[in-house]
């Protein structure tokens, strides 16, 4: 009896408590009204545990509150691209590798960002490479080769993406049809501007902002500066007012690059930039409260492991070396890529806001497009 009572006034202490989220009770269910999606293109674990083990400070993506594992294979291939990886997260679907925004048998997909611009809400993409490049594309365009970037490019006037910034002006104003796409995208009533600083002082509208000023490739860390972090709020500061809420892709998409050519410096460097990215979205979502922000990555780059100095005490660290580790400085590991190219492996993700309870587990990547849609309740 005595124990029964106890029972019943934990139950009604547990339904009376309140919820940590919207400090209400908990029977109230709190909806993310804007979604903040991070992709760092590449970012497998041991990129995450590597740039962990260089910092004392813990990395902004350790301030989420969730955390799961997505299997990134292809319709094709057990090592995705960016193209068929971009495509699962964007659209829900396992496609080829090379294809964007369309199923195996070429059947186009409608990504996350545009049924969120179906139903009125703003939508953005900012990047560290070419709007055209594959991630942003995914959530863009429909084409049949992530490599046709004269095709991806006419994609974005088919659209009303609120904000574009990233990389590639080349494939809108200097075209084999001899169209300049950004004079018809000025039509639609885009403001095109280059470089972060005019970026910035754009505060509402529709914006096209092109990172490298007149050059048409986007460098890597440090030469880039904090274009990055820069772009996510000034893409935030204008998407944040409308009302029914809006959908931001954001992509380090030179995390990738870096594991491409077995650069640790180049790798790291690119990973904190990410994360400073991450930082300013999870900052965002904390004062908002309406925002869930998930960090996750495509695929992982490089096949990293890490290993320790001396593993069994005889191999130096020049033999390591030829075998593509690296060792920079102030480091109690060695870092060792095991290919130039993707690998098969799990990639994390990363989630913090109202809804971050369901990126837990173990998730295809074609899981993250109907989790989005089903939180901004929305289809
Ligand atoms: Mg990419
Ligand atoms: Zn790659």
């Not at 041991?46 to 740039?51: E, G, I, M, S």
């Not at 990172?211 to 440090?222: E, F, H, R, T, V």
């Not at 409308?242 to 410096?265: P, R, Y």
Request: aromatic share 6%; net charge negative.
């Amino acid at each position: 009896m005595n124990r029964k009572f106890l029972l019943y006034s934990l139950l009604l202490a547990l339904t009376l408590a309140s919820c940590t989220t919207c400090k209400q009770e908990q029977t109230c269910e709190v909806k993310p009204k804007n979604v903040i999606l991070l992709i760092g293109d590449g970012m497998g674990l041991p990129h995450v545990v590597a740039a962990m083990a260089e910092r004392e400070q813990p990395l902004n993506m350790e301030r989420c509150t969730h955390t799961g594992l997505s299997k990134t294979y292809s319709a094709s291939h057990y090592v995705t691209d960016s193209g068929a990886g971009g495509t699962a997260i964007a659209c829900g679907v396992k496609t080829n590798n090379n294809m964007i925004g369309m199923d195996k048998d070429s059947v186009p997909a409608e990504s996350v960002l545009e049924v969120a611009e179906r139903n009125g809400l703003s939508t953005g993409v900012v990047v560290t490479c070419g709007l055209t490049h594959a991630t942003p594309a995914a959530f863009i365009a429909h084409q049949i080769d992530r490599h046709m970037s004269q095709e991806i490019a006419l994609d974005f006037l088919t659209k009303e993406v609120d904000v574009c910034i990233g990389g590639d002006r080349a494939a809108f104003e200097k075209r084999e049809d001899g169209r300049n796409l950004l004079n018809e995208l000025k039509d639609k009533g885009y403001t095109i501007v280059n470089g972060i600083d005019s970026m910035m002082a754009v505060k509402e509208g529709k914006l096209i902002g092109f990172l490298q000023g007149n050059a048409y490739d986007i460098p890597k860390m440090p030469e880039r500066g904090d274009v990055l972090p820069k772009g996510v709020q000034t893409a935030v500061n204008i998407l944040s007012q409308n009302d029914k809420g809006f959908f931001l892709m954001v992509e380090g998409s030179q995390i990738d690059w870096g594991a491409h050519a077995n650069d640790m410096s180049y790798l790291l460097q690119e990973v904190y930039d990410f994360d400073e990215a991450v930082g300013k979205a999870i900052d965002f979502a904390e004062q908002n409260g309406e925002t869930l922000v998930i960090v996750t990555a495509d695929h992982e780059t490089g096949g990293l492991t890490l290993v320790q100095e001396t593993p069994d005490g005889n191999i130096s660290w020049q033999e390591m070396s030829s075998y593509g580790a690296a060792r920079p400085q102030n480091r109690k590991y060695i870092a060792k890529f095991s290919t130039t190219g993707h690998s098969g492996c799990m990639v994390p993700v990363y989630a913090y806001g109202p809804g971050a309870e369901e990126f837990t587990g173990i998730m295809e990547n074609t899981a993250f497009k109907n989790k989005i849609l089903k939180l901004l309740n929305i289809q």
